[in-house]
């Protein structure tokens, strides 16, 4: 099992420079992969194509991509192009994205996210696969009458969904190669999530998809102080039906009660337990909720857990 961790430095006062300090240091620790989030700001396949070039021993991965508001050509392009940048270290996170963000950022209906994003990973998986489409669905339209190939980008890019609900999990191991679930915590992924996508690949003569569990955690010896603060922070998740439900699931009724906070032998023993409800991957994000010390002390841990 591989660990990793999500980068964050939209606060810096250059994003894209501290975002490739922070790889950098992430390496040295040991960590095997460093993921990057989406929203309006920075362009994640780019900053993805950046850091994997920049610290070519981190895998880099885009966790995730909303498929509304973006056209599989555009993202194929983005994703060949991060690929051959870093020589195979890219990996394609899609999301559904959520009826707020959409309709507020976008100015368009949030509907039939199920159906958009079974249309979406087929024509994507052309494109990244082939360097062409000719795909015609009810809700998009992808054909190639140039080539949309990207050479040294290979033949492919894994493709993943931050997908935890039970139709997003069967479209997602049908078509997808694996899942990046959030919140979720180890009850929910061996009772519900696990099984459900596994058997969705199996049915599909797909191999056993990755589920990279995105886990929001810091090590550090104030854990009640610092649950505090990540209770506010992850405070928006909860008004959200996805994610409220996969929190109930895991055990929880707050977004922190999923979270993991401790001290270095609380956390790994957390660790194993996501990989013994099913985790391939183990992606920490939030590490900087207690300042720098703590995020370093948290890296140094994850980096002795992936090595």
């Known amino acids: 099992m591989t660990v990793g961790v999500a ?22 620790a040991g960590l095997r992969s460093a993921w990057f989030g989406q929203t309006f700001g920075a362009d994640s396949p780019q900053l993805a194509a950046i ?7 981190l895998q880099v991965g885009t966790s995730a991509i909303p498929v509304f508001g973006r056209h599989p050509l555009l993202v194929s392009s983005q ?3 991060a690929q051959a940048a870093t020589h195979g270290r890219y990996h394609l996170g899609l999301a559904l994205g959520t009826k707020l963000l959409t309709e507020a950022g ?5 509907e039939r996210p199920i159906a958009r994003l079974r249309e ?27 080539p949309a190939r990207v050479p040294g980008a290979g033949t492919g890019v894994p493709l993943l969904v931050a997908a935890m609900g039970p139709q997003a999990l ?31 690949a199996e049915a599909a003569g797909r191999p056993a998809p990755r589920v990279v569990a995105l886990v929001h955690g810091v090590v550090t010896d104030d854990a009640d102080a610092v649950r505090e603060t990540v209770a506010e922070q992850l405070a928006f998740y909860e008004q959200i039906p996805s994610y409220a439900r996969v929190i109930g699931l895991s055990g929880g009724t707050r977004a ?17 337990r996501y990989r013994d409800a099913g985790a391939t991957e183990v992606v920490f994000s939030g590490t900087e909720a207690a300042g720098e010390a703590a995020r370093r002390r948290t890296w140094a841990l994850l980096g002795e857990l992936a090595g």
């Open 7 to 28: 980068l964050t430095a939209a606060d810096a006062d250059n994003q894209i420079d501290a975002t490739v300090r922070l790889a950098r240091e992430a390496s040295a």
């Open 51 to 57: 850091v994997g070039r920049e610290v070519p021993d």
């Open 79 to 81: 994703a060949q192009t």
């Open 106 to 110: 976008f100015g368009i209906p949030f």
């Open 120 to 146: 979406f990973l087929t024509a994507l998986r052309q494109l990244t696969e082939t360097g062409a489409a000719d795909f015609h669905g009810e809700l998009l339209t992808a054909t190639t009458p140039i």
């Open 170 to 200: 069967r479209a997602s191991g049908e078509l997808a190669d694996g899942i990046l679930p959030y919140l979720a915590g180890p009850r929910a992924l061996a009772e519900h999530i696990v099984p459900a996508v596994t058997a969705a």
């Open 256 to 272: 922190v009660d999923v979270s993991v906070i401790g001290d270095e032998k609380t956390v790994a023993a957390e660790v194993r």
